[in-house]
């Protein structure tokens, strides 16, 4: 087949709608080798051998560095299938910004590929095809998700005359909100500012993985956090806190590019209290990120008395702090010091001297000398019940205003 026949083969593959296998493997009956089609991570898109080859399809593969750092197109090299070392070819899919790779894979490390120039031209043809075919779904999905956005939107502010109408626009959706649902909150970080991330991206894959694992679930986003209801297995509802950090352990390798914060509300039986367990989910988050510095899953039902805090005036919040160990405060600004510091990680180890002295990178007898100066400034004992609960309450106040820096770090002293 000649170059011109080839153009029209994909033309039509892409009017009949054939996406990105049809045109891989318009590809490989071409060229006669194996193509394959990732996107950026390595994920497989597509991936087409001739009949006389055994190379067996793999969900990801390990993108070698000359790909990704690749100049001009195609690259060269070698690439790891299956244990086996091959030769590849490869062009990027995407001109402004890189969608996914196009890989032809010879047979060897010492491919016989004399003339490998002869499918250039049909490669590059097939991956212009595929950048309009990626693009095509991406719009797609942003269509299909801002939809979705649209639903939880009102399904979270009530915007339903009436639970029937719920029940029924839900199950134009795969839910069924008759059950009972859980309200989970996510807030997705990047790691690192060099780092490209795909909000849009995670939020299919967490779709994927939660239309998976619990089927009726929906994802939308709402501002910056992307907002999941799922309902609660029946036979799950006893321990449905465990239940639910299982769910997220199971998630959290699938958006690993990310720095992710999870904020849960409390069970309702009534699908009108979603939106107060959403607000709640959001609380969660707020106090997990300030209060309990190195925690990324937290249950607002666990959240205890800090939740009381939340909502309470600024100016309240900071005279109970004051009041209650201000004098450290003091000390440790007069005498660049670090008692607040001691105090948080001293209670937060269960008052373990040795688990906390780690946690400071101190000697327990270092540790000791503190917590006697801050028994000596506060004017109280810290075998004294009530003084450890107006405490520990003012240092998680502390962590809410800003006022206390919760780290490990070894020069503090």
Same mark, same amino acid.
């Given at each position: ?23 891989s493997r318009l590809l490989m009956k071409e060229i006669n080798r194996p193509v394959i089609i990732t996107d950026v991570k390595g994920h497989v898109l597509s991936w087409h051998c001739p009949p006389s080859v055994a190379l067996f399809p793999e969900e990801r593969i390990t993108l070698p560095s000359t790909i ?200 309702? #039986? ?7 367990? $959403?607000?709640?989910? /959001?609380? !969660?988050?707020? *106090?997990? &990120? @300030?209060? =309990? ?89 810290? #075998? ?7 405490? $520990?309450?003012?240092? /998680?106040? !502390?962590?809410? *205003?800003? &006022? @206390?820096? =919760? ?7």
């Open positions: 087949m000649n170059h011109a026949d080839f153009l029209r083969k994909i033309t039509g593959a892409q009017a009949n709608s054939s996406g990105i296998p049809g045109l990704r750092d690749q100049k001009e197109a195609p690259s060269t090299g070698i690439i790891g299938l299956k244990g086996r070392k091959l030769k590849y070819y490869c062009w990027a899919i995407g001109e402004v910004k890189i969608l996914g790779y196009l890989l032809v894979v010879g047979m060897s490390e010492e491919s016989a590929d004399d003339k490998p120039q002869t499918f250039y031209p049909f490669a590059e043809v097939a991956s212009l095809a595929m950048m309009v075919e990626i693009m095509h779904q991406r719009e797609m999905a942003e269509r299909e998700k801002n939809y979705r956005d649209e639903f939880v939107r009102d399904l979270i502010f009530n915007n339903f005359d009436g639970i029937d109408e719920v029940i029924r626009s839900g199950k134009a959706w795969g839910c069924e909100f008759s059950e009972v649902h859980i309200v989970m909150v996510i807030e997705l970080l990047n790691k690192g500012k060099s780092l490209e991330t795909d909000r849009l991206d995670a939020s299919l894959r967490i779709e994927k993985f939660l239309a998976a694992e619990v089927p009726g679930s929906i994802v939308g986003e709402m501002a910056h956090f992307q907002v999941v209801i799922t309902p609660l297995p029946k036979e799950k509802a006893e321990d449905w806190h465990t239940y639910i950090r299982d769910l997220f352990a199971k998630l959290s390798p699938i958006i690993s590019e990310w720095n992710c914060v999870v904020g849960v509300g409390k069970l309702y #039986e009534s699908v009108n209290m979603l939106y107060r367990s $959403y607000q709640q989910a /959001k609380v !969660a988050i707020e *106090l997990c &990120k @300030l209060v =309990q510095y190195d925690c990324s899953l937290a249950f607002f039902d666990e959240l205890g008395a800090v939740r009381l805090f939340y909502n309470q005036s600024e100016q309240d919040l900071d005279e109970f702090y004051r009041e209650v160990i201000g004098p450290l405060e003091k000390f440790d600004r007069e005498s660049n010091g670090s008692l607040l510091v001691t105090l948080w990680h001293y209670l937060g180890s269960d008052r373990d001297l040795k688990r906390a002295s780690e946690k400071l990178f101190i000697h327990t007898n270092t540790l000791r000398y503190r917590l006697k100066k801050i028994e000596e400034l506060l004017g109280a004992s810290l #075998e004294h019940e009530e003084t450890r609960f107006n405490i $520990y309450a003012a240092l /998680k106040i !502390a962590a809410i *205003l800003g &006022k @206390l820096e =919760q780290n490990n770090n070894p020069e503090i002293k």
